[in-house]
Structure formats: C-alpha cells, structure tokens
C-alpha cells in the first residue's frame, strides 16, 4: 500500500516541515504538491507512523486514526467529503490524534471543495489534514489559501532504478525508461522492454513516415490505449522518447537501440513540431469531452501524409 523507501526519500528532504509537524500540537491542513507518483501518499504514511500510535499499523493500512481518500482517476465527488467529514469529527479511537489524507486533490469537484471548506475552517484540534496533487491550480483559491503548501521533489533516478531494474535486461532500454518516467516510479507498472520497444516501433513509423507501416501505427495505439494508465501519461512518454530519438540524431558516437532508426535523412524540425502538436494535444483534451485517441490518430495519419505540414490539434 506504500512505499517506505520513497516515504524516508521525502522525509529527509523535508527536515524543516517535519521538525514543525512534530513540534505542533494543534491541527493543520497541509497542501503536498509535486508532480505525478512521487510518493506524496508515501511521505505521508511516514509522517503518520511519527505523529500516531501503534504506527505499524499506518503501513499496513488498518490504523483506525488515518483516513486514505483515494479514488484513482475518478472524480472525488460530495458524498465522498461527506464520509470524511463523518470520520473527521469523531474522537480519535487509538490516538490522541487522526490524520486525514485526499490523494489526487486536483479530482474534487467543485461541490466537493465547498464541502470541503468546512473541515478546512474548522478541524478539531486532534487533526491534520493533508490534500495530495500535482496541480494546486484547479483547488478553489479558498481550499488553497487555507493549507500551508509543502513542495516535493521528484525522487533520484537512483531509487526508480531499484524499483524497475529487475524487468529490464537492456540497459539502454532501462536508461530510457528513466529518462522518461522523469523522477516519478512506475505507478501502473507498465515499464516494461516490451513497452519501451513498442513505442519506439511507433515512433519510428513516424519519424520516418513509413506509410507502408501505417496500420501497424494504429494497432500499437489500439495497444497502448488498452493499458490501465492514463492516457496523458502515454502521450508524456512519447514525447520523452522523441526527445531521445533527437539526442541519438545528434549525437553520433551514442550507442543506444535509437541507432536502429536511420536517423541521417530525418528533419530535426519535423520531429520537434511533432513534439509541439503532441504537447498541444495533450494539453487541449484535458477536461474536455474530446477523445485523445482519436486526436493522436488524426496527428499521426496526418504527419505521416500531410505534405503541408502538421495541424495544430487541440
């Protein structure tokens, strides 16, 4: 249910915030911010075993004083607040204190915020509450200026490394599958070799605008939708990995599976509009009803056959 090694990670570099957790004795609400599964819950789950009794039980997810709202990638609705709220005011039932933690905060909505509110501008002194997100910009300003804000790094290649290296052979392969999770660990565990190498395959098909491969492009879509991960994530890891590709271009004494793509003849511009279009895409579906797939599949045939140049989709 979490990690401990992440959760130390966050511990040590937060020496100033724990030394004032520890210190407080009243209630508070907290706002962790960094990006995407950094272990923020992690982090948390420490902080808990420090502040709560029979802290074993934190780790384990059965401590009666810490409440874990997550839902995944679904909206965090009132009706969820309302059952923490309910929680909430009751005494503690093993400690002197209750911590209360909303992962992916950003999925609230708005009735859920206003709910919210009321926890916020009035805990009980036997609490602390601690909102998780990657984007405090969709909170109402309210539930925002009433948590002091915490920053979290995204965690060492090192401590990632640990974490996947036993599903990869290729040491290429797991360098960019490091570069491209970017500081976050393998959530979905989906980095695999058979990953990476299908989005190069894909990719490869576009760079060189293999028409013939076309329908090969699309299943490999059909593949990658497929796969329980948001799909924001897979278009952040295409883009990743056409930065890579750029690097090998340019770099002609790497040795890495990039040089497979002959690379000699492919436009270092074609490859960075791409990049923009994929960045405008992602960025231009986000709480909309648009369908992602789609908008890539439009992209692809299009720069694999346009000969005007890209559409700016999104």
């Known amino acids: 249910m979490f990690n401990r090694e992440i959760g130390e990670f966050h511990f040590h570099q937060q020496k100033v915030f724990v030394n004032f957790i520890k210190e407080k004795d009243t209630s508070g609400s907290y706002l962790l911010v960094g990006q995407e599964s950094i272990g923020k819950r992690d982090f948390v789950a420490i902080l808990g075993e420090k502040i709560l009794k029979n802290s074993s039980k934190v780790f384990r997810g059965i401590h009666p004083d810490f409440y874990l709202l997550d839902k995944g ?11 923490l709220e309910e929680w909430t005011f009751n005494k503690p039932f093993e400690s002197d204190k209750k911590i209360a933690v909303i992962q992916s905060a950003e999925n609230m909505n708005l009735i859920a915020q206003n709910k919210l509110l009321k926890i916020l501008e009035e805990p009980p002194d036997y609490l602390s509450f601690f909102l998780l997100t990657s984007n405090n910009s969709i909170l109402l300003p309210t539930v925002d200026s009433r948590c002091i804000k915490i920053n979290l790094n ?6 990632v490394k640990e974490l996947i290296k036993h599903k990869f052979d290729d040491q290429d ?3 960019a599958s490091l570069y491209t999770l970017n500081g976050s660990y ?7 070799e058979e990953f990476l190498l299908d989005i190069i395959q894909f990719l490869k098909i576009i760079v060189l605008r293999d028409a013939g491969s076309i329908d090969q492009s699309i299943s490999l879509i059909d593949k990658f939708f497929k ?4 799909q924001y994530r ?17 770099d002609k ?7 497979s793509i002959n690379l000699s003849n492919v436009s270092s511009y ?3 509009d791409f990049i923009n279009c994929l960045e405008n895409l992602n960025s231009g579906v986000k709480g909309t009803t648009l369908n992602l797939r789609i908008g890539l599949e439009e992209l692809v045939l299009d720069f694999i056959l346009g000969k005007n140049g890209l559409k700016n989709i999104g």
């Open 253 to 259: 004494k790497t040795n890495n599976v990039f040089l």
């Open 73 to 83: 990638s679904d909206p965090i609705l009132v009706e969820d607040i309302t059952k």
């Open 234 to 250: 897979v278009l952040n890891c295409f883009i990743r990995v056409l930065v890579l590709i750029l690097r090998a271009k340019h």
């Open 270 to 272: 074609n490859i960075t």
């Open 173 to 175: 392969l797991l360098a």
């Open 154 to 159: 995204p965690l060492p290649d090192t401590i």
């Open 186 to 192: 393998d959530k979905e565990d989906i980095y695999t």
């Open 227 to 230: 796969m329980k991960v948001k």
